[in-house]
């Protein structure tokens, strides 16, 4: 009897013990539970906090800007009313044209701000740059001359079929850079990478076939930027030949040294690469000899042919900002593209000269080595482009030295008076340029 009592009690005990651990087993995976569903939403709710934190200014901003638009809509529905009103009771215009014009749209480019009045003009602009291009074209029967070369053309068809024939050293690095954020790229992977930007958007763009090309152009925009035919072959051999540490270019620039460079018999050859004189002698030669240009210096006219490509837009470097926003506007990228540069970066994206000074500051100095002979070679080659254009090369003869380099050699005591006295100036200034 007293066995069985403390056998039952000592059941009793261990059901009590059992009960007690198991209660407070889920006693403490309650509390477990709770405190991963609190940590949980603590997290979420950081999370919602950075988010709205990150997005509170450019709300802000995008308020303001539809607040600007909505206020401008409210001016010009005014103005419309008032002037049909005035037009009904011979009262003139509205007095709110002042106001309304004071006011323009905001934009996201943080270059200049946006007006109907300015692309109204730029409209006006471009049409007469594609009228003025087609005469050319049809004065010198070119568009027989040079059929459409797919070669350099980027197509998006994803992006309203926007079509750019990249010419080289006429802002190409910027629309390069365009060209991989419509491409996909992220904008921290293309500041801080290594690889050439015509290499990362060939990987998306692939140089289109001439069929694919001439399908896609009657429904694209289509356009190139284009610039001073004589300051492009200037940027161009200072960023490739003058101290250019490329392999290609460094073996070019010592060909083009051997080749046209003069020296004293026996004498070794210099280690700097070759002057503006040699590569413009150089330029002229490979013409003559029917080669093919690089593409850095090719002129427009065989290159991106837009007398057999009708251009949408013909942009120019002098009013790159202007023409590249409207472009952007026309293609609806706004929100891709515009104010998408990053400041510390212009300098990379833009292929700017270590120095900082433009080429366009320095076509005196160097063209101030060149003779007028070789200047007419030379503008056998890009004339051409100067007139597809409308721009202005008679400037040039103003720079160059009128003798040529035959009349620089000469004895000085050849010829009488005033024309000695002139033989022996210039035969002065060719040993100080050509030494």
Not at 48 to 72: D, V
Not at 243 to 271: C, D, E, Q
Not at 337 to 356: F, M, Q, V
């Amino acid at each position: 009897m007293h066995l069985r009592l403390r056998s039952g009690r000592r059941l009793q005990t261990y059901l009590k013990i059992g009960t007690c651990v198991l209660v407070g087993v889920c006693y403490f995976a309650f509390l477990f539970r709770e405190s991963l569903n609190a940590f949980e939403h603590r997290e979420r709710a950081t999370a919602a906090e950075l988010e709205a934190a990150e997005f509170t200014e450019p709300s802000k901003q995008q308020l303001k800007l539809k607040r600007q638009q909505l206020q401008r809509q409210r001016l010009l529905d005014q103005q419309r009313a008032n002037s049909a009103n005035g037009n009904a009771n011979g009262n003139g215009s509205s007095p709110l044209t002042s106001k309304t014009t004071a006011i323009p749209a905001s934009t996201l480019n943080p270059v200049y701000e946006y007006s109907e009045e300015l692309h109204s003009r730029t409209e006006r602009d471009l049409k007469l740059r594609r009228e003025h291009l087609a005469a050319v074209c049809e004065r010198y029967s070119l568009q027989e001359k040079y059929p459409p070369n797919p070669w350099e053309f980027f197509i998006s068809p994803g992006h309203n079929n926007l079509v750019w024939c990249n010419v080289f050293k006429a802002a190409s690095s910027t629309w390069m850079y365009y060209f991989n954020i419509l491409a996909g790229y992220d904008l921290k992977y293309l500041q801080r990478t290594e690889v050439q930007p015509l290499e990362l958007a060939r990987q998306r763009f692939p140089r289109p076939e001439l069929s694919e090309l001439l399908e896609l152009l009657p429904s694209a925009l289509s356009f190139l930027f284009v610039r001073d035919p004589f300051e492009r072959i200037l940027s161009a051999y200072r960023n490739k030949l003058e101290g250019s540490r490329n392999s290609f270019y460094k073996a070019l620039g010592t060909k083009i040294v051997h080749r046209f460079r003069r020296r004293s018999t026996g004498g070794p050859w210099p280690r700097c690469g070759p002057t503006f004189e040699e590569f413009v002698r150089f330029l002229i030669e490979e013409h003559k000899e029917g080669r093919r240009f690089d593409e850095h210096w090719a002129p427009v006219y065989s290159f991106c042919t837009p007398c057999s490509v009708n251009f949408s837009i013909i942009g120019k470097t002098e009013t790159f900002q202007r023409d590249s926003e409207f472009i952007i506007r026309q293609a609806g990228l706004e929100s891709l593209l515009l104010g998408k540069l990053p400041r510390r970066k212009l300098r990379k994206i833009g292929n700017l000269a270590k120095s900082g000074i433009k080429s366009e500051a320095l076509v005196e100095r160097y063209f101030a080595d060149l003779d007028r002979s070789t200047l007419d070679q030379l503008l056998k080659i890009y004339r051409i482009d100067f007139e597809l254009f409308d721009y202005d090369f008679f400037k040039y003869y103003d720079m160059v030295h009128p003798w040529t380099l035959e009349e620089s050699t000469q004895p000085v005591g050849t010829g009488t008076g005033s024309a000695s006295g002139t033989t022996t100036v210039s035969t002065s200034q060719a040993t100080e340029t050509h030494d």
